[in-house]
């Protein structure tokens, strides 16, 4: 069962989001909620990269897989630079 990729994939989805629950959860201030915020977006970001390596079969097709990475990278920075904009 641990040798199909969707399966694995499913567990690393559910061990990504309970990481970013559980970042979600503490009561940080300041700095280090700017940070847990980061690492939250983060995590995001490789749950996308997941969905749409395995689930979609982007694995398959590495210059499109490359392609959707590009655009959620750059969308990823775009919500942190907004995310941290406060900060400055």
Do not use: E
Request: charged fraction near 10%; proline fraction near 2%; glycine fraction near 6%.
């Amino acid at each position: 069962m641990l040798r199909d990729s969707l399966w694995r994939a499913w567990i690393a989805l559910a061990l990504l989001s309970l990481a970013s629950t559980a970042l979600a959860q503490w009561d940080l201030a300041g700095l280090a909620q700017a940070v847990a915020g980061a690492a939250i977006l983060t995590l995001a970001f490789f749950k996308a990269r997941l969905i749409l390596g395995r689930y979609l079969g982007l694995a398959a097709a590495p210059y499109w897989q490359r392609g959707f990475n590009l655009v959620i990278a750059l969308y990823m920075g775009l919500l942190l630079a907004l995310y941290l904009l406060p900060l400055a």
